[in-house]
């Protein structure tokens, strides 16, 4: 079994980074820069020049806990749900420079809601040369933990994501998610249970990845999640591309309640992406 999981890795990844490196990507310009002094820059000369400068990462508001930060494309009307948010306008400067880029080139772990794990090929990393080239220069390993969050618990034998023993996974979850999931995860020794007593003990169970060595995540969605994350006082940067086309299920934005603090950065699209908005932006309360 797992070696057909390996086999199908292999095409995976061979599909990924052709994507990534076939895909054209028209450079963001910038309209606004305007980081903390505390902020974490990082970038290489390719990513520099299609960014158009460093992309900054701020520092966790407590050291007891990993800087996170929410990633998301939204409608031109300000929708996130759709089955493929690439429907939305982000367009590909976005999927492979900013998603599968420079929001997790940094990042120790990717963090997903169930229903944004769907699909069986599914595994969260960065695939362009040079992002993996920088990755390895900031020392971390090729592939970002995964950590799926869920509470009534998921079927495990179905995905790719949790049958790949050298990629960790954790699951964050409750006692009755844990159960439902145990025999499975008893049988894959590189998946591990991250039990919250109640669904909103996220600062706890953040803490506790901490203590295991994760100093960052990407959290990529969905809303729900996000909202959960927002509430929580978890997250510290928010990387926000607007797309060009209406569309997504209407009425989902980011989060209802707001949450838009400061602004970091802003950069526009450029040649066929004119129109795409870039932003990275701190949640309310952060400046
Ligand atoms: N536009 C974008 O950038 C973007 C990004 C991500 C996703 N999406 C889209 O958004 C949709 C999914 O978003 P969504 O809001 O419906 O779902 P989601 O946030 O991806 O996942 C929600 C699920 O996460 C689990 N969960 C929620 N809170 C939790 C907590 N405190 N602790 C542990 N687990 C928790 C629960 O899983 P169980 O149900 O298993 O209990 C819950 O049903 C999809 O259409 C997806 O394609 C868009």
Redesign the pocket.
């Known amino acids: 079994m797992q070696r057909e999981w390996l086999e199908r890795f292999q095409e995976f990844v061979a599909r990924k980074t052709r994507l990534a490196e076939t895909a054209p990507l028209p450079p963001y310009r910038t309209e606004l820069n305007d980081p903390d002094e505390n902020a974490l820059a990082v970038g290489n000369a390719w990513t520099n020049r299609l960014f158009d400068g460093p992309f900054y990462l701020s520092p966790a508001a407590t050291p007891l806990r990993p800087a996170c930060s929410l990633v998301?494309?939204?409608s031109s009307d300000g929708n996130?749900?759709?089955?493929d948010?690439g429907v939305?306008g982000g367009g590909n400067t976005d999927t492979h420079l900013i998603y599968e880029g420079l929001s997790r080139v940094a990042a120790d772990a990717v963090l997903?809601?169930?229903?944004?794990v769907h699909g069986s090929e599914v595994m969260f990393s960065v695939w362009h040369p040079q992002l993996i080239d920088l990755r390895m220069s900031l020392g971390l390993s090729r592939h970002p933990v995964q950590i799926v969050?869920?509470?009534?618990?998921?079927e495990i034998a179905d995905s790719m994501l949790f049958n790949l023993s050298d990629i960790p996974v954790v699951l964050?979850?409750v006692a009755s998610?844990a159960e439902q999931m145990s025999h499975a995860v008893k049988l894959r020794p590189w998946i591990t249970l991250l039990l919250?007593e109640t669904?909103?003990d996220?600062r706890a169970a953040f803490e506790r990845l901490r203590s295991t060595g994760i100093a960052r995540i990407s959290c990529?969605?969905?809303?729900?999640?996000?909202r959960?994350l927002l509430d929580a006082g978890l997250i510290d940067d928010v990387y926000l591309t607007t797309g060009r086309n209406t569309g997504g299920e209407p009425g989902t934005p980011l989060a209802s309640a707001p949450w838009r603090g400061g602004t970091v950065v802003r950069k526009g699209g450029t040649g066929v992406e004119q129109g795409v908005i870039f932003e990275h932006l701190l949640p309310c309360g952060r400046r």
């Not at 969050?149 to 998921?154: N, P, V």
């Open positions: 998301f494309v939204q996130t749900s759709a089955a948010p939305l997903a809601g169930a229903q944004t969050a869920t509470l009534r618990g998921l964050l979850t998610g919250m669904p909103g996220l990529i969605g969905g809303r729900t999640l996000a959960h």
